[in-house]
């Protein structure tokens, strides 16, 4: 089976720096995203690790530790408009037709002026 | 690119009556489609995964006789929530993959359901 496991809640100050937390347990590890969901809107796609390391997307960064079962999604330079859910997911090749995405319970971020 | 439409956005209906969700790839072509259900403050959960063409693949715990889908080509797919009672009232995504050149899923806009 998958167990995903998030932060419930962080908040943090404008311009500040943020790490969101992953832990994962799964038996068919094929990569692992990170998505921001606004209230009442579809997830976006942020950011995308398969190989351990650290993926560099603009003011948002991704790491991986695959022997560890761990990533972190860190948000530097805060913006008010970066106050929303942030869901880590899964890709487990031994879901339906070899790519079950799995999420976690997702982490509310509020960003305080 | 990779653009996925959802058809409703919001839809209010009675208990008892059935509501069909479409979901569109508009500029590719989804070999798999995911629908998803999300409750207030919780997160993402898949209910089914479908191929075109084939039978959907149920999560444990989804009545697949109450979520009806249908993939019947590579750009659509439907969900009918069937004798829809209060508390299928939810969030409903759908998500779509190009499994021969992209390792990532598109997500839709959602639907609003709202069941009286």
Redesign the interface.
Known sequence: GQNIDQPTEMTATEGAIVQINCTYQTSGFN?L?WYQQHA??????LS?N?LDGLEEKGRFSSFLSRSKGYSYLLLKELQMKDSASY?CAV?DLT???G????????T?LSVLP | GAVVSQHPSWVICKSGTSVKIECRSLDFQATTMFWYRQFPKQSLMLMATSNEGSKATYEQGVEKDKFLINHASLTLSTLTVTSAHPEDSSFYICSASDLGSSYEQYFGPGTRLTVT
Not at chain 1, 99 to 106: H, I, K
């Open positions: 990569g995203f009442g809107e579809a997830p976006t796609f995308y398969v869901l890709r879901g339906n037709y790519q079950n995405f799995v999420f976690g319970p997702g509310r």
